[in-house]
């Protein structure tokens, strides 16, 4: 089993659709990273969480340390928003050695 | 300017060629990142940068020589790479560093150089 999941894997949704993508890890970890990567190849920095809620825009992040899960939501999607979403976590601490482990990625595709 | 910029943005050398990718960032980052990326995979961290100085190298070849001249600007030298090693190079940057990639603070990903090996 891989230290950090996400689902769905791909996802195709309607321009205005509300969209959840899912992450679930197995480890400890001092923060959680959500990243969009378009066709092009470059990686844009959505949200860093370590609790609680972020919000910019239409991008709404959470975290629950507790179920070890975080959820990446778009509200009024638009075929723009096609890209591939990445979790990734950074387990460890400050103090000590960290690492930081990415997710597999979920695509997704808004149709006009 | 919240930019990190990588070029070329794509290369094709042979076997027997030594190149360059470049990564520059002017945002004061203390930390830099290369990262390889295969097909739909997520980046594999390759070299850690905290402090103009190499902190962590996840046991990569030595055809990959990275090179950090100064605070702003990140290199990365290959010679004689093999036909696998056709990837997408990602640089990165944060303001603090972090032993594992990515740092404490929000990175920050150049546009990427799309290498091809022949």
């Known amino acids: 089993k891989n230290e950090v999941e996400q689902s769905p894997q791909n996802l195709t949704a309607q321009e205005g659709e509300f969209i959840t993508i899912n992450c679930s890890y197995s480890?400890?970890?001092?923060?959680l990273h959500w990243l969009q990567q378009h066709p092009g190849g470059g990686i844009v920095s959505l949200f860093m969480?370590?609790?609680g809620k972020k919000k910019h825009g239409r991008l709404i992040a959470t975290i629950n340390i507790q179920e070890k899960h975080s959820s990446l939501h778009i509200t009024a999607s638009h075929p723009r928003d096609s890209a591939v979403y990445i979790c990734?976590?950074?387990?460890?601490?400050?103090?000590?050695?960290?690492?930081?482990?990415f997710g597999p990625g979920t695509s997704l595709s808004v149709i006009p | 300017d919240t930019e990190v910029t990588q070029t070329p943005k794509h290369l094709v050398m042979g076997m027997t060629n030594k190149k360059s990718l470049k990564c520059e960032q002017h945002?004061?980052?203390?930390?830099m990142y290369w990262y390889k990326q295969k097909a739909k995979k997520p980046p594999e961290l390759m070299f850690v940068?905290?402090?103009?100085?190499?902190?962590i190298n996840e046991s990569v070849p030595s055809r990959f020589s990275p090179e950090c001249p100064n605070s702003s600007l990140l290199n990365l030298h290959l010679h004689a790479l093999q036909p696998e090693d056709s990837a997408l190079y990602l640089c990165?940057?944060?303001?603090?560093?972090?032993?594992?990639?990515?740092?404490?603070?929000?990175?920050?990903f150049g546009q990427g150089t799309r290498l091809t090996v022949v």
């Open positions: 990165a940057s944060s303001q603090e560093p972090g032993t594992g990639g990515l740092g404490y603070t929000e990175a920050f």
């Open positions: 480890v400890g970890i001092s923060a």
């Open positions: 969480l370590s609790s």
């Open positions: 990734a976590v950074r387990s460890g601490g400050k103090t000590s050695y960290d690492k930081v482990i």
């Open positions: 945002m004061g980052h203390r930390a």
């Open positions: 940068y905290s402090y103009e100085k190499l902190s």
